[in-house]
């Protein structure tokens, strides 16, 4: 972590989950965002242009693109005595211009330089994942760095460049430099995770309320299920993405009419769906989620062996969601879903995944909720920002 960065750094990790989150301060976990403007700051996270005043997140920074797409011939890592750069002059295609603005086509795959590139100390490591709206686009979108075998996952001490994977699979979609299609979480130490740690964070802060069964808490983190039953007003559990529509802007917000894309999917007293292979669904958690102020969660998908499908491309959920002004009993979690390879019976209250909770270095000095303009607090079943509200 930066010398400059303002946290206390008394170490107190043994007291993890118990007390006042306020009060507590620690030298390892996920980095809050005060510590990310230190960082920006200091170097450690150096930008092409000035960070904007919402591009840093409670707990993660917004990636921008750069300049220039490259549309390769297909998904690469580097490996671990390559760079990005010197991989793409043997597997790209051609360039696209993203300055002002370009589309890019559904079912072709595109690497792009990001503005953001990192210099950190060699105790911090980083994650990435897609944004929230990202993956409800189904623009499947994941971080490269330089000399690496794995998306998504920055190596303690990395310097060097970061590039987006970006594979539109569902609609094609126009994006523009500048544009956010990821964000990234950085992490100081490694923060053990224990069963009984998780068990005491829900006593003092329910982390998810659901009225059937007993909460499943384990070391892999807290289960969730799917919802298939608690349809809106107007009897629709979820929805199917159209396979012929036009082209989505993802800077347009509120812009598009829903039918335009999207197939609503009815109960009709039926508690299961049939998942179409390669269809993309926008489904909703059973439970509903809140995270801790002092706490931060991704979501993960379920173990593959009890069914070829995937849940919920983008996986970070911010401190304070479901927390406050959801009345403190949760919002519901958005599930992307698609299957893979045969149709797939996916039944109600069926375990999709796993929500992993890890603590935050401090807590920090903003959360998730319409305070900072965040777009998915006390949620129910909700398509990504860029459509109108659905009539009910």
């Known amino acids: 972590m930066a010398e400059n960065a303002t946290l206390p750094l008394e170490d107190t990790d043994a007291k993890a989950g118990d007390g006042a989150p306020e009060a507590q301060t620690f030298t390892t976990g996920i980095l809050p965002c005060q510590a990310m403007r230190a960082l920006v700051a200091t170097g450690q996270i150096e930008v092409a242009h000035p960070v904007a005043d919402d591009q840093i997140q409670p707990a993660s920074i917004d990636l921008r693109l750069g300049t220039t797409a490259y549309r390769v011939r297909g998904s690469f890592l580097p490996g671990q005595s390559a760079t990005v750069r010197s991989r793409l002059d043997s597997f790209t295609m051609h360039q696209v211009d993203l300055t002002a603005g370009a589309v890019l086509e559904k079912g072709c795959v595109y690497v792009v330089p990001l503005q953001e590139s990192l210099s950190l100390k ?36 990395y310097k060097g460049p970061l590039y987006a994977e970006i594979s539109p699979l569902t609609f094609s979609v126009k994006v523009r430099t500048g544009t956010r299609l990821s964000q990234l979480r950085l992490r100081r130490g490694s923060p053990p995770h224990t069963d009984i740690g998780m068990r005491r964070l829900h006593e003092r802060s329910p982390l998810v309320a659901e009225g059937e069964g007993k909460i499943d808490i384990a070391k892999q983190g807290v289960a969730f299920t799917v919802d298939l039953i608690s349809a809106s007003a107007s009897g629709v559990v979820g929805y199917r993405a159209k396979r012929h529509t036009d082209v989505i802007d993802v800077e347009k917000i509120g812009h598009y009419d829903v039918e335009e894309f999207w197939e ?122 860029h459509f109108k509200a659905p009539k009910e």
């Open 122 to 157: 060699k105790e911090v490591s980083g994650m990435a994942n897609p944004k929230s709206s990202t993956g409800r686009l189904d623009i499947f979108t994941r971080v490269i760095t330089d000399y690496t075998g794995e998306f998504d996952r920055i190596l303690p001490g």
């Open 264 to 385: 609503p999917i009815f109960a009709h007293g039926k508690d299961a769906i049939i998942l179409d292979p390669d269809d993309f669904y926008i489904l909703a958690s059973r439970e509903a989620v809140s995270v801790p102020p002092d706490h931060a969660a991704e979501m993960r998908a379920y173990d593959t062996l009890v069914g070829e499908f995937r849940v919920h491309y983008a996986g970070f959920f911010d401190p304070g969601f479901g927390y406050d002004e959801a009345g403190g009993s949760g919002s519901r979690a958005v599930l992307e879903v698609r299957s893979h390879d045969v149709p797939f019976v996916l039944e109600h209250g069926q375990m999709v995944g796993r929500l992993i909770y890890e603590r935050l270095m401090a807590v920090p000095d903003q959360i998730y909720g319409s305070g900072i303009g965040s777009n998915y607090q006390a949620q129910g079943l909700k398509l990504s920002k």
